[in-house]
């Protein structure tokens, strides 16, 4: 008996989940074309927040533009980072309007009418279509038969396993959405940044407003934090394709080495002029 080659290729997006309707696959892709774009600006926001994050830790760049006009521009370069971050983790996790694109819509919409479009992407996700079997030599065509049906049966059991599980984490942690700190970011987003006025700090706007005491510059990063593991979870889920884990190495990175070489260079700053 000839052996045979087992390989997986997905073939364009188009061609997945024929067992569903026209109508149905648009919805998945429409899912998944969302997911792709949250991907963009969660990417976005992480480099806000390392480059905040950079700000706060770094006490020699202030010291060394105090007194000069260059110290203006660090402030408010601070806290339009701030506000950045505040205002792309309220678009890209927690708005629910229809019409955004977030974690919060997206789970919203999957749960929607019984669950009917998460069943529509569960079912585009374990779609065995794109699953090729090349066999190599066999005159036992029967056989063959045999084995690509086996070989499709056993992905889809473990494409629905898989999904199955990753959405009753999910679930089971979706109380992120509506906690405290999510509470906070958006009523700091709606209440002040909204209706944002300048002032020296950039906090006293946000302290002043009932429910917002202590709101603090390590907030929205603290969020963010918290939130990266649901959101990947979420993007996993739609696409069923990981997050790329190295980029935020790389964020981290390139957010220390902007700060460091911004340092050195206030050593070539001519003396100080007082205002």
């Known amino acids: 008996m000839a052996g045979y080659i ?11 989940g024929m067992s569903l309707t026209r109508g149905e696959r648009t919805v998945a892709q429409q899912l998944i074309a969302e997911a792709l774009e949250l991907e963009k600006r969660f990417s976005m926001t992480e480099y806000a927040v390392e480059l905040l994050e950079q700000t706060l830790g770094n006490d020699e760049l202030p010291e060394a533009l105090t007194g000069t006009y260059e110290s203006h521009a660090f402030t408010h370069l601070q806290f339009f980072l701030f506000k950045e ?4 983790l309220c678009a890209g996790v927690l708005d629910n309007d229809r019409r955004s694109v977030s974690v919060r819509k997206i789970l919203r919409q999957l749960r929607a ?3 009917r479009d998460k069943q529509i992407l569960r079912e585009y996700q374990s779609d065995p279509c794109g699953l090729t079997i090349e066999i190599a030599t066999s005159s036992d065509s029967t056989l063959n038969e045999t084995t690509i049906a086996q070989q499709r049966d056993n992905y889809r059991s473990r494409a629905v396993t898989r999904f199955d599980e990753l959405w009753d984490r999910i679930e089971s942690c ?14 700091a987003r709606n209440k002040v940044i909204a209706h944002f006025d300048a002032t020296e700090t950039g906090l006293h706007d946000f302290a002043s407003v009932e429910g917002l005491e202590g709101f603090s510059w390590s907030e929205p990063i603290e969020f963010f934090r918290l ?4 959101a990947y979870g979420v993007y996993l889920l739609i696409t069923g394709t990981e997050w790329d884990s190295e980029s935020s190495k790389t964020t981290r990175f390139y957010a220390a080495s902007f700060w460091e070489r911004v340092r050195k260079g206030t050593s070539a700053l001519e003396p100080p002029v007082l205002y």
């Open 85 to 88: 971050v505040i205002t792309s």
């Open 174 to 187: 979706s109380c992120i959405l509506s906690g405290d700190a999510a509470r906070r970011l958006t009523l």
């Open 6 to 16: 087992e390989s997986t290729a997905w073939m364009e997006a188009e061609n997945m």
């Open 113 to 115: 009418d019984n669950g």
């Open 227 to 230: 939130i990266r593991g649901f």
